[in-house]
């Protein structure tokens, strides 16, 4: 069993985005302790370093990233699928938009929205020629904070792995896990 450096602890903390005060509440022991731990000045007790050890673990349960929220069925349409094509996928799943989407990686996204405008005549055209831009990718271990901050400005992010689709999650979604 190889123990965490104080650098160690201090990293973990930050990635879990805890503060001090917050990972010695979990721990059970004082703010002070844990800045001193970290920078280094004290060596701590076995039994205080697992109490810290346990807190960062509980922490880590706690945050909720893309892949636990993520639908991996993503329904999705090419660049070169015909518009009516498009049209028909998003009323068939009950879906507003969906993304773009060519040899598993997002080029685009296609919503009702992009085509309100688009007369009869272009019911054959490809969906290249009205789609947006691409909804924003992040990967499987995105948190929630993160996605958040994408949901704000976009309808759905898109998941990725190695550039490859992998996933998708709407604020639907994030609104039906904190429910």
Excluded at 155 to 168: D, F, L, M, Q, W
């Amino acid at each position: 069993m190889e123990l965490p450096t104080p650098q160690d602890i201090r990293e973990r903390r930050t990635e879990l985005g805890l503060t001090q005060s917050e990972l010695a509440d979990r721990a059970g022991v004082s703010q002070p302790l844990i800045a001193r731990i970290e920078g280094g000045d004290v060596d701590p007790r076995l039994s205080t370093l697992r109490h810290i050890v346990d807190a960062l673990e509980e922490s880590e349960g706690d945050i909720v990233r893309a892949g636990d929220l993520m639908h991996e069925n993503v329904v999705s349409v090419g660049p070169d699928d015909s518009v009516s094509r498009a049209v028909s996928k998003m009323q068939e799943e009950g879906f507003s938009q969906m993304p773009v989407i060519e040899d598993g990686v997002p080029v685009g996204s296609i919503s009702f929205e992009d085509l309100m405008s688009v007369g009869e005549d272009a019911r054959d055209q490809p969906v290249s020629e009205f789609m947006g831009e691409s909804f924003p990718t992040k990967s499987r271990n995105a948190t929630l904070d993160e996605l958040s901050t994408d949901l704000g400005h976009n309808k759905a992010v898109v998941v990725t792995e190695r550039g490859s689709t992998v996933g998708i999650i709407t604020e639907a979604d994030i609104a039906a896990r904190l429910s």
